[in-house]
């Protein structure tokens, strides 16, 4: 880690900083390390996804107040289907545990949900509960949460090209005029902002297909802090990391 990330995680457990000014817009975050933090207490891994679905609603809460407004997380990978069978069920029951109980709260807080990935791929019963989410919450615009399920970078930039070849092959798209914005139009997250900032908490530094085409230009923060004990004082530390990360976008320093 370096010690800048370090440095600023010193004192976490302590007084919160103040927000960073301006907050990043869009914060997307790799929630990793559930599978340790039961291991380190002697407990089966469904009560390290059950302790991370704690730490979701804190990071909402959290980054309602420090005035971000766009919030994605990745709760379910593509590759995630290869675990074994049972810790699939266990991540699907939460999701549908969430998706029946937790709903109605983030609706009366004016949070739009919204959903990216291969949703197909879940129970019917889920599939009809995301569509319900999205449709009951469509209002709100105090903060937008994404969850990434069943989601995978290269497979939704895979589709957006199919897409593309699609709209040629039709005759409804000149090959020539296929430009960035014309393609991220494509992709499942059209209608979100490029993250800002991509935290991955555990330690491990790497995006795991993640937002490949939309994390361009975000910065990253790799926290060696397990995603369950991830609470408002990390969210504070890594605004004020944010703050202080020069941001050019391919561009020279002013
Ligand atoms: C990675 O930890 C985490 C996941 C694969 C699932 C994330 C799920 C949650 C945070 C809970 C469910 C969320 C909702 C919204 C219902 P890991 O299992 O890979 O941990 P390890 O690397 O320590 O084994």
């Known amino acids: 880690m370096p010690a ?14 103040a927000p960073a000014d301006p907050p ?4 997307a975050v790799i929630m990793d390390g559930n599978g340790r933090w039961a291991a380190a207490r002697g407990l089966p891994r469904v009560a390290g996804h059950r302790a991370g679905a704690q730490a979701v609603r804190r990071i909402v ?5 420090h005035g971000v407004s766009w919030i994605t997380l990745y709760a379910f990978s593509s590759e995630n289907w290869r675990r074994p069978a049972g810790e699939v069920l266990d991540l699907t029951g939460l ?5 029946r109980n ?14 990216i990935g291969d949703r197909d791929r879940f129970d019917a019963d889920i599939v009809a509960d ?61 209608s979100m902002p490029d993250p800002d900032l ?19 230009y975000a910065e990253l923060l790799f926290l060696d802090v397990l995603w369950p004990d991830f609470g408002p004082a990390h969210f504070a530390k890594a605004m004020a990391e944010y703050a202080r990360r020069e941001r050019r976008f391919g561009a020279r320093p002013a």
């Open 4 to 17: 800048r990330t370090q440095a600023a995680l010193q004192g976490v457990g302590a007084v919160e900083t």
């Open 24 to 27: 990043p817009c869009h914060v």
């Open 61 to 65: 809460e959290t980054a309602i107040r």
């Open 95 to 99: 999701l549908r545990h969430y998706l």
């Open 102 to 115: 937790e709903v109605s709260e983030l609706k009366r807080e004016g949070v739009r949900l919204r959903f």
């Open 130 to 190: 995301l569509a319900r989410a999205e449709a009951d919450t469509a209002g709100n615009t105090r903060l937008n949460l994404t969850l990434a399920l069943s989601y995978g970078g290269r497979a939704e930039i895979v589709a957006a090209a199919r897409a593309a070849a699609a709209a040629v092959r039709a005759g409804t798209l000149d090959p020539d005029a296929i430009d960035e914005a014309g393609f991220a139009s494509l992709l499942s997250t059209s």
């Open 198 to 216: 991509i935290i991955r908490t555990s330690g491990e530094q790497r995006l795991s297909n993640f937002l490949l085409w939309q994390s361009a």
